[in-house]
T-cell receptor
Framework: EPEVTQTPSHQVTQMGQEVILRCVPISNHLYFYWYRQILGQKVEFLVSFYNNEISEKSEIFDDQFSVERPDGSNFTLKIRSTKLEDSAMYFC????????????FGQGTRLTVV | GIQVEQSPPDLILQEGANSTLRCNFSDSVNNLQWFHQNPWGQLINLFYIPSGTKQNGRLSATTVATERYSLLYISSSQTTDSGVYFCAVVASGTYKYIFGTGTRLKVLA
């Protein structure tokens, strides 16, 4: 069964450093998402991406964050200068189309900022 | 925006017991999914169920979209069922999933 793959599974970084979280969505999917879950809290929407541009973003997704689909298969989330409060589980998801279709989530990347 | 509330927030069961988890949402939805978050933090997709009823082994789910709720049934619970269960919905006219508050389930041996 096709799946969404995220790498790395766990990343530890120093405060102020840049991190790039990587995702390989399912190959024929057109809609891509990043979500975040701070430990013990619910999963929060960050950003959606369609047709090579951001289609929606939340208030969490400020100028420190950016997304890119650099090569037609990978979908990345960059955090420019990490803060302690960026420590969270980050999930990538993809959907074949925007309407009534199932979203497939990756296994997550646990980011720890020290 | 749409509000998604789950109940109960916490649930402790003895192995073999049955349970019902509820997800209420405040507006009409196009999509609804149930997830199990395992102890490693991974989100495991249980059901894609914008309406109707589905069953998969010991688990089943029902969504009554017109009444704005969904139920997840777990029968003959096992210790491996422990974790957090989330429902997530897509409000009509939008494309992003909004997650519920979660139900933390602990099944005791």
């Amino acid at each position: 069964e096709p799946e969404v793959t995220q790498t790395p599974s766990h990343q530890v970084t120093q405060m102020g450093q840049e991190v790039i979280l990587r995702c390989v969505p399912i190959s024929n999917h057109l809609y891509f998402y990043w979500y975040r879950q701070i430990l013990g809290q619910k999963v929060e929407f960050l950003v959606s991406f369609y047709n090579n541009e951001i289609s929606e973003k939340s208030e969490i997704f400020d100028d420190q964050f950016s997304v890119e689909r650099p090569d037609g298969s990978n979908f990345t989330l960059k955090i420019r200068s990490t803060k302690l409060e960026d420590s969270a589980m980050y999930f990538c998801a993809s959907k074949r189309q925007g309407g009534e279709t199932e979203a497939f989530f990756g296994q997550g990347t646990r980011l720890t900022v020290v | 925006g749409i509000q998604v509330e789950q109940s109960p927030p916490d649930l402790i069961l003895q192995e073999g017991a049955n349970s019902t988890l509820r997800c209420n949402f405040s507006d009409s939805v196009n999509n609804l999914q149930w997830f199990h978050q395992n102890p490693w933090g991974q989100l495991i997709n249980l059901f894609y169920i914008p309406s109707g009823t589905k069953q998969n082994g010991r688990l089943s789910a029902t969504t009554v979209a017109t009444e704005r709720y969904s139920l997840l049934y777990i029968s003959s619970s096992q210790t491996t069922d422990s974790g957090v269960y989330f429902c997530a919905v897509v409000a009509s006219g939008t494309y992003k999933y909004i997650f519920g508050t979660g139900t933390r389930l602990k099944v005791l041996a």
